[in-house]
């Protein structure tokens, strides 16, 4: 039981939770009474550890292990299980960059897996060695030969992970050699077996552990796509990698309560994916007989599938949106339309690689990619540089005077990221952030200037000569890019009044009665009925938030560390006072704008793909059609002054994007009675808008 829950785990990319499991499988399995009945148990137990091991990057502790698992294999004269520790040791080498060493241990393990006819172990030992010689230079010639061994398996195998993955190597080695259009044609394939397969899976989280960011043909494509000009296959192959990934993270219950559920419920879909699998079941255990009369009947099970997986889509939109549509023909016009109506000038979708970055622009006269020369591991140390001063402040291993803050890391973001971009973007811009981007406000990007030297009486005061992008242009963050053009962005039936959810001053949140005044006092039409709640129940928040125009939720925001679904927002004692984000997502909001006045409101897990998890994204699937939620824990003061002002130009009339620039630019230029300028962004990047469907 131990080795199944390890392999389930892993399946799915808990590589830890995993390694614990399968720690005490190999602690059982050394038992004595376990050794007299199942004496290679051990041996077999520690292949799946230094897998796990390696997965987890630790490279020299599960190269060790797999060595004692050869040893013991070797002494129990079982050269099948020497191969596979071979076999397993190279993918090791692998993950870890050692490709030459890599591909020496596949080698042995394949060569042993031709002799025996142990196609298994012949097939992957030959992916891997082609996995490992791409990366080589030169590429070695017999990467076809082994590319073609490896195919020969997937067929007799019937293996859709080979094949695809097979596709996908194809298309890195096409696109290495600088034919895109050839690589895209392999990508393409790759990415619709792995979309065929998604479908077909009760769990479509299982492909998760499989698509990493250093090997993702949907990634790939994209890029593929973009270095050939085909903008339209771009854009539509980054949606889909969005779209792929938050179906796996709602169907693991980290993105929400997960809008699968419906599908996996239903019984037609379930019996006919039981069917099929029986089906190929039977294929897999076929001596080759019968090949053409089960290929005829797994296309039929297929299309069975299809159609009863439609017919359930229909009666359940959300979950046929996130199924379906992303593949569909990516529609520039439409977008542009949905843009006016933003109130947006352009849009710009990033997609990071290993070494370099993607940009997919639309304005309202151009369709274009541009290619930026910055890639993850830049991206990542510098938004960390930057993140990590006000990270140490909320611990408490850093006092708030003291804060610094890296100009440096901010101006190389906006150089490579942003500034290759000005002459075509306009002022008002939706962005579209990948992987850690998703976590850092761009709005504290340097675009130039030069601090001035600093005045120990007053702290923060010298940054104030530096710019910032967040004074120069107004930022929504988005999804997605076809979150704009979903039919779902229709008129929102509120057309009035607010409703304040607030925990009581006796929580600790000295900045609660400023911000709400601004709201609940205010005389706007926009704003009446104003309706407040204090210390409210999830049931009281279900009555009354649905017909609410404005939602302002001001409490204690608590980002979960088991999971998206479970950060939440706490409004008093009782159990029921604490608002969970999987509870957010199954209510059915109209509101034009929720305001989510609390710590971490804005954070989440940053996944590739699909960016941040959390309390932003259920407010948005449970219909909000704009949040405005914080980047990090917020320093009080400051948050009842940027709300003050952020209310007072929405009830003028400004947008919900104005707004909150007229906000960022007040508290910039304010001091805090404590005697330092709030002109860390700290105090006043802060608070970013998401836009949702």
């Not at 085909?230 to 219950?253: F, H």
């Not at 000038?345 to 997919?360: F, H, I, R, Y």
């Not at 611990?395 to 190389?412: K, M, S, V, Y």
Request: some cysteine; hydrophobic content about 45%; charged content about 25%.
């Amino acid at each position: 039981l131990d080795i199944l829950h390890s392999n389930t785990l892993s399946d799915v990319g808990r590589i830890e939770s995993a390694r614990t499991y399968i720690t005490r499988a190999f602690e059982l399995a050394q038992q004595p009474e376990v050794v007299s009945v199942a004496p290679a148990l051990c041996s077999e137990v520690l292949l799946s550890k230094g897998l796990l091991e390696g997965d987890a990057g630790d490279t020299d502790a599960a190269l060790a292990t797999l060595d004692d698992a050869a040893a013991r294999f070797d002494a129990a004269r079982d050269p099948r299980g020497v191969a596979w520790a071979e076999k397993n040791r190279g993918y090791v080498l692998e993950g870890a960059g050692r490709h030459a060493e890599a591909l020496e241990a596949f080698e042995r393990a394949e060569a042993y897996g031709e002799r025996e006819d142990l196609p298994f172990l012949a097939g992957w030992s030959a992916m891997g060695r082609a996995e490992s010689a791409i990366h080589l230079d030169p590429v070695p010639r017999a990467i076809e030969e082994w590319l073609r061994a490896a195919e020969r398996c997937a067929e007799r195998l019937r293996s859709w992970h080979l094949s695809w993955r097979l596709e996908a190597l194809r298309g890195k080695l096409a696109a290495s050699r600088g034919d895109d259009r050839e690589a895209l044609v392999h990508l393409g394939r790759a990415v619709d077996s792995i979309e065929k397969l998604r479908r077909r899976l009760s769990s479509p989280a299982l492909l998760v552990h499989y698509l990493r960011d250093k090997s993702d043909p949907y990634r790939d494509a994209a890029f593929a796509a973009a270095r050939s000009g085909a903008i339209g296959d771009a854009w539509r192959y980054a949606e889909m990698l969005r779209a792929r990934v938050l179906s796996e993270l709602r169907a693991r219950g980290v993105g929400g309560t997960g809008t699968g559920a419906s599908l996996r419920a239903d019984p037609r879909v379930a019996a006919a994916r039981r069917a099929l699998a029986q089906t190929e079941a039977l294929a897999r255990a076929d001596d080759g007989s019968r090949h053409v009369e089960f290929s005829e009947r797994i296309r039929a099970a297929e299309a069975d599938l299809e159609r009863t997986l439609l017919e359930a889509e229909l009666a359940a939109p959300n979950a046929a949106r996130l199924a379906g549509e992303s593949a569909a023909p990516f529609d520039a016009e439409a977008l542009r339309a949905r843009l006016a109506m933003r109130g947006l000038d352009s849009l710009v979708e990033l997609v990071v690689g290993e070494t370099e970055t993607w940009a997919l622009v639309l304005t309202g006269a151009r369709n274009f990619a541009l290619r930026l020369s910055i890639g993850r591991t830049a991206i990542r140390e510098r938004v960390e540089r930057i993140r990590d001063p006000i990270e140490a402040v909320r611990i408490g291993t850093l006092d708030l005077a003291n804060l610094g803050f890296d100009d440096r890391a901010a101006r190389e973001l906006y150089d490579g990221l942003l500034r290759p971009l000005e002459p075509m973007i306009g002022e008002h811009t939706g962005l579209v952030l990948d992987s850690e981007l998703a976590s850092l406000p761009f709005e504290l990007l340097v675009t130039g200037g030069e601090g001035t030297p600093v005045d120990p009486s007053r702290p923060f005061a010298h940054l104030r000569g530096l710019r910032f992008a967040g004074h120069e242009r107004a930022f929504v963050y988005l999804p997605s890019a076809r979150a704009l053009q979903s039919e779902a962005n229709k008129a929102h039936e509120a057309e009035s009044g607010a409703l304040i959810c607030m925990a009581p001053q006796s929580r600790g949140l000295t900045s609660t009665s400023a911000e709400t005044s601004a709201l609940a006092e205010s005389t706007e039409p926009i704003f009446q009925p104003t309706r407040v709640l204090s210390a409210p129940s999830v049931a009281e928040v279900r009555q009354h938030a649905a017909s609410a125009r404005y939602l302002h939720f001001a409490a204690h925001g608590v980002l979960a560390a088991d999971g998206a679904a479970s950060s939440h927002m706490l409004f008093g004692e009782r159990g029921d006072e604490r608002l969970e984000a999987s509870e957010i997502e199954s209510l059915s909001l109209s509101a034009e704008l929720a305001v989510l006045s609390a710590c971490h409101s804005g954070e989440g897990p940053a996944w590739s793909g699909e960016g941040l998890l959390g309390l932003t994204r259920s407010f948005l699937a449970a219909g909000a059609r704009q949040v405005l939620a914080s980047a990090w824990a917020v320093e009080d003061r400051a948050v009842g002054e940027w709300m003050i002002v952020f209310y007072r130009e929405l009830g003028r009339g400004a947008a919900a994007i104005d707004a909150s620039r007229a906000a960022r630019l007040a508290v910039f230029a304010s001091d805090d009675p404590r005697g330092f300028a709030r002109a860390h962004p700290y105090f006043w990047a802060a608070w970013v808008l998401h836009c949702g469907e």
